[in-house]
């Protein structure tokens, strides 16, 4: 038993491990795709075992952070939804619209606010709060409305069902792949509307310019 306790225990801190270091991997490269994007890159002679180690910490406070958002998000829209009953009997419905309004703005809001900490921090770049919500907000009305067909084409059609098993996976590629799209054009043009109106963003501390 207490072996068998003692392995469990193993695997989880090794599942969390693995999961941590995956995570911060991704944003690591997707730190590098938008250093590219805005033309920058880290400095060579600054790269070592601080800086990656330095690196992945920050990706891993963004991604906490990025998760608390989420998981406000959530927790307001699981509230509404446990509210509406007693809602739709104590009050008029129009309430109840109000209320579902306010959720999807709230939503909504910390979806453009997600999307301006990755554009914002995530660079190599002296990017200013002012160059990243317009290309923010256009990252996040299309990631809704993607989310919203995909949700009704994957509910009407079951697009992994010929894979068996592995029909989940197929579900969950598609889906990363069309946010992956939707994150880098809002990338592209928040990096061409910062251009067209404000100029050339420089490197920061730790880049510099291509």
Not at 8 to 14: D, E, H, K, P, Y
Not at 72 to 85: D, F, H, P
Not at 91 to 114: E, K
Not at 172 to 195: C, H, K, P
């Amino acid at each position: 038993k207490a072996y068998e306790s003692s392995n469990s225990t193993m695997a989880g801190i090794l599942g969390v491990l693995i999961i941590i270091i995956g995570a911060t991997g991704v944003f690591a490269q997707l730190q590098a795709t938008l250093n590219s994007i805005w033309e920058v890159e880290a400095v060579p002679e600054k790269s070592g075992l601080w800086l990656m180690i330095r690196s992945r910490l920050f990706s891993f406070g963004l991604i906490l952070s990025i998760g608390f958002l989420l998981l406000v998000s959530l927790v307001l829209s699981s509230a509404l939804a446990a509210l509406s009953g007693w809602i739709k009997t104590h009050w008029p419905d129009y309430i109840m619209f109000i209320f579902q309004a306010l959720n999807l703005l709230v939503s909504f809001g910390m979806v453009t606010l997600l999307f301006a900490l990755i554009y914002k921090i995530l660079p190599d770049a002296k990017i200013k709060w002012r160059h990243v919500w317009y290309g923010s907000l256009l990252t996040a009305v299309l990631f809704e409305i993607g989310k919203t067909l995909l949700g009704l084409y994957f509910g009407k059609t079951d697009p992994g069902a010929g894979y068996g098993p592995a029909g989940s996976v197929v579900l969950i590629l598609l889906w990363v792949s069309y946010s992956s799209m939707i994150v880098f054009f809002g990338a592209e043009f928040t990096s061409i509307y910062t251009q067209t109106y404000y100029g050339d963003v420089k490197a920061d501390e730790k880049g510099e310019k291509k």
